[in-house]
């Protein structure tokens, strides 16, 4: 499977100068999330599609090994984004993601695959249902579950606008398919952009089957448009951070008053106390204290120790 991750958006409400999918994360850039996420299952290619400003940066950030990177020259919509990637695809599917949504777990991202393999679809995607759906497209499903169509907001009767499955921007196509239908896209007549929802439909037409894997958690899909839904989205991974060490044995007194990079390990039977600042590649060893009044940046902390009251950068204690 080819993975194609969308991130070409320049992202004017973030008001940042760099793209929006280089927005900082838990200490790393929004982008490297997506592309860890999508790394665990071991796609066969993985191209991103990068605006023609602004994409140098991007590309020094995470570098040319097993990535390709397109250069979509205008801000063309979605489907003009994955047209651009024909030559570059060599395999039977495509995944194609959105980098600017970030939360996705790869077991989600398995599922997906799943569902697409055995249900025999030509197309699949991710969608979930939200208490307020206003601007979203709506999955108007058929009577046996599969997807009838994906509704624009602005297109919705008032039946559909009740409708609260949205679509996440997130695919998996039969990539042949995908592309001969995408060379019959028509631009919107209100933005003159291409949208791959059109793809959806035209399948649909063709008689053929579109699945969506409905998920329960909305979170995952919750994307990233300005500062505040960033703010959003970091508080979410925080506390998934914090889950995931409770679950693997660590003691934490006060969570509300940490502050920790996605890359910062804790080994199970390490504790953490009072205001902990744990930045980039820092490491704890189990049975060691840590905390309270404690910065530690890309520092190694050897099992049974203790430390607080400490600011320390690129070192091993």
């Known amino acids: 499977m080819t993975v194609i991750i969308l991130a070409a958006g320049k992202g004017k409400r973030m008001n940042k100068s760099i793209p929006k999918v280089m927005a900082p994360l838990l200490g790393r ?101 939200v208490f307020d759906p206003s601007g979203y497209g709506r999955i108007v499903r058929n009577g046996d579950g599969t997807v009838c169509k994906i509704v624009e907001d602005k297109d919705a009767s008032s039946d559909e606008r009740k409708i609260r499955e949205i679509n996440s921007g997130s695919y998996i196509f039969e990539s042949n398919l995908l592309f001969d239908l995408l060379e019959r896209v028509e631009p919107s007549p209100a933005t003159g952009e291409y949208y791959l929802t059109d793809v959806v439909a035209m399948i649909v037409e063709g008689g053929m089957r579109v699945e969506a894997l409905k998920i329960d958690d909305n979170s995952e899909l919750m994307g990233v448009n300005d500062s505040a839904a960033l703010k959003r989205v970091e508080d979410i991974f925080r506390r998934r951070l914090l889950s995931g060490w409770r679950h693997a044995g660590v003691s934490i007194e006060h969570p509300h008053m940490i502050v920790a990079d996605s890359e910062v390990e804790l080994a199970a039977g390490a504790h953490v106390s009072g205001r902990a600042i744990l930045r980039g590649a820092t490491r704890i060893g189990p049975g060691s204290h840590v905390g309270p009044s404690v910065a530690l940046e890309d520092t190694v902390v050897e099992g049974n120790s203790c430390i607080k009251g400490t600011r320390s950068k690129s070192s091993s204690s």
């Open 29 to 129: 850039p929004m982008i490297s999330h997506i592309l860890g996420t999508a790394q665990r299952f071991s796609p066969e290619h993985i191209l991103i599609v990068v605006s023609s400003t602004g994409h140098e940066k991007i590309h020094q950030e995470l570098g040319d090994e097993g990535i390709t990177y397109i250069v979509q020259p205008e801000a063309l919509g979605t489907a003009d984004a994955v047209r651009l990637c024909r030559d570059s695809v060599g395999t039977r599917r495509i995944m194609v993601l959105c980098g600017d949504v970030p939360l996705i777990r790869s077991e989600t991202l398995s599922d997906m695959i799943a569902l697409h393999q055995s249900s025999g679809a030509a197309a699949t995607l991710l969608s979930t249902e």
